[in-house]
């Protein structure tokens, strides 16, 4: 019986350890939620924008020529994949795994911890990724391109849809695809094919950003959720482990006392 109430004693205190870690990690989670939020909003705007100047160009007959807008039929696809620094988000690193077995054939740039040690790419952050890494990584995939290295470059990242909810999503960056107009008002200077060529790494360097953002405010959103069930979890299991714990105590003291009576020879 005394080891019993031991090993309930133990297990209470085992689990008030993880409660507080998990508020902790709440807490931290909560902490970086609106600037997260905000920055994600903000990318949001400039995609459209950035969507918006290359659907213009992408309208004009001249740049149907670049090499940009070539559609191949190699099948050679890379992606670029976003993932997290850490765990402890509840489903969102599994999802984006789940969801790539769809394309076990890619090559995969990796971009978070998690998707570095999983596919063995060299780390780059997704919490810390900054525009001037994005930018490294589009140009080396717009020489990677034009050499004829792949011939679709996509990125897989994390939509959010709302704090409770978020999905894995593709993207296809390159090629870029024509978008038909009945009328094209814009003036591009010297023309539009240069324009488009000195456009697309910012292009593809814009929607790496943008995907990173929005995936780490799915990751801090869907890690406060997680914290909040394993807190609500872990609360209910103490309860049930003090009820056990009381039990054995009652239990404990009753046999005592009976031992005590009998040994009395009351």
Do not use: W
């Amino acid at each position: 019986m005394s080891q019993n109430i031991k090993a309930l004693r133990n297990r209470i205190k085992s689990v008030n350890s993880t409660l507080h870690l998990t508020k902790a990690m709440g807490l931290v989670a909560s902490s970086k939620i609106k600037k997260a939020n905000d920055a994600m909003q903000k990318g949001r705007a400039y995609k459209t924008a950035l969507l918006e100047t290359v659907s213009l160009l992408a309208a004009s007959s001249e740049c149907k020529k670049s090499p940009y807008m070539q559609k191949r039929d190699g099948g050679r696809l890379r992606i670029i994949v976003i993932a997290a620094d850490r765990g402890m988000a509840g489903g969102y690193n599994a999802n984006i795994f789940r969801f790539m077995r769809d394309y076990p054939n890619a090559e995969i740039i990796a971009i978070g911890k998690r998707a570095c040690d999983r596919y063995h790419r060299k780390y780059r952050s997704s919490e810390h990724f900054t525009s001037a890494e994005a930018m490294e990584i589009a140009k080396e995939q717009c020489r990677d391109y034009l050499d004829g290295k792949f011939d679709t470059l996509a990125i897989v990242s994390t939509e959010y849809i709302s704090a409770m909810s978020q999905a894995p999503t593709y993207t296809e960056v390159l090629p870029l695809k024509y978008h038909e107009r009945t009328s094209v008002s814009t003036i591009f200077e010297p023309d539009e094919l240069t324009v488009l060529s000195s456009v697309v790494p910012e292009y593809v360097a814009g929607m790496i950003s943008v995907s990173v953002r929005e995936s780490f405010a799915c990751e801090v959103n869907a890690r406060r959720a997680a914290m909040d069930s394993a807190g609500k979890n872990a609360n209910e299991m103490i309860n049930e482990l003090q009820l056990s714990y009381n039990r054995a105590r009652q239990g404990a003291i009753t046999q005592e006392i009976t031992e005590i009576v009998a040994g009395s020879g009351v």
